[in-house]
């Protein structure tokens, strides 16, 4: 039995599914979160697009299970637009889903971690936010950042065994990449990526995985393109 907790973001659906079947699997306990309702008792239904949540979210995990070792940030939404058709509220209810929170939780996540000597931060950006990628600003903007603040955590945090990673996939097979390409251009998407393929979300789950494991101790501050090959050359 593995006796650390972790608190994931959005745990019901996509990739977030795929981290917490395997974790549980491995014997992790996991507290979980989205929009969706669930009577799991391990399981805070909320709206993360309202920064004020992060707190309510964070004390709900801690008090369920004594204490946050591991932290994945990982609900996110993709916006798809050009930038001339901005809207301020979508772009603030991305920038704080996507970013906001994810600095938040980290905020309170650290200080048990730095008393236990001890922890894991795994943050789930995109190769939009490494590489870049066009009529996604706003999504490639937020990406960018939560590398920026996965890198500084990093360095912050390495004195006390705690590690921060960022993995950024390329197209992975979920709902928000059906909801952002129709039929054609999935097909189009698919003949570009130098693998011939989308990655599965087990593929992230399972980087995740070792991750958190005491083999990864030495391994911090990187962003991880888990990609198919997409953001291979740019
Ligand atoms: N799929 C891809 O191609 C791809 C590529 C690169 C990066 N990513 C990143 O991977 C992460 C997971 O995406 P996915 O592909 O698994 O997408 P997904 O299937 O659409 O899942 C998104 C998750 O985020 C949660 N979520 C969305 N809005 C939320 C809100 N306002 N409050 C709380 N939770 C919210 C959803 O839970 P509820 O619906 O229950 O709220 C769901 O669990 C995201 O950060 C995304 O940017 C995905």
């Known amino acids: 039995m593995n006796?650390?907790?972790?608190?994931?973001?959005?745990?019901?659906?996509?990739i977030g599914l795929a981290i917490y079947s395997e974790l549980k699997h491995r014997?992790?306990?996991?507290?979980?979160?989205?929009r969706s309702k669930?009577?799991?008792?391990?399981?805070?239904?909320?709206?993360?697009?309202?920064?004020?949540?992060a707190k309510t979210l964070y004390d709900c995990a801690k008090e369920a299970m004594g204490s946050v070792d591991i932290l994945i940030n990982n609900a996110g939404i993709?916006?798809?637009s050009p930038i001339e058709n901005t809207k301020p509220q979508?772009?603030?209810?991305?920038?704080?889903?996507?970013?906001?929170?994810?600095?938040l939780l980290c905020s309170y996540a650290v200080s048990d971690m730095k008393k236990n000597l001890w922890g894991r931060i795994i943050n789930i950006g995109s190769i939009s936010g490494s590489v870049g990628e066009a009529y996604a600003s706003a999504y490639s903007a937020a990406k960018a950042g939560l590398l920026g603040?996965?890198?500084?955590?990093?360095?912050?945090?390495?004195?006390?065994?705690?590690?921060?990673n960022q993995i950024n996939p390329g197209w992975v097979d979920t709902n928000l990449a059906q909801d952002a390409?129709?039929?054609e251009e999935k097909k189009e998407t698919i003949d570009i990526i130098p693998q011939k393929r989308f990655i599965e979300p087990y593929e992230i789950a399972k980087l995740c995985s070792y991750l958190v494991s005491d083999d990864a101790k030495g391994l911090t501050g990187q962003?991880?393109?888990l990609c198919a090959g997409l953001s291979c050359g740019a």
Do not use: W
């Open 223 to 225: 962003g991880i393109n």
């Open 3 to 14: 006796t650390k907790n972790v608190l994931l973001t959005g745990s019901k659906k996509g």
């Open 90 to 103: 979508e772009l603030l209810n991305l920038i704080n889903l996507n970013f906001v929170t994810p600095q």
């Open 38 to 53: 669930s009577d799991d008792s391990d399981y805070l239904s909320i709206d993360l697009g309202d920064p004020k949540n």
């Open 149 to 164: 603040l996965t890198k500084s955590l990093a360095l912050e945090l390495a004195p006390y065994n705690i590690t921060v």
């Open 78 to 80: 993709y916006m798809y």
């Open 27 to 34: 014997g992790y306990r996991v507290f979980g979160c989205g």
């Open 181 to 183: 390409l129709n039929d």
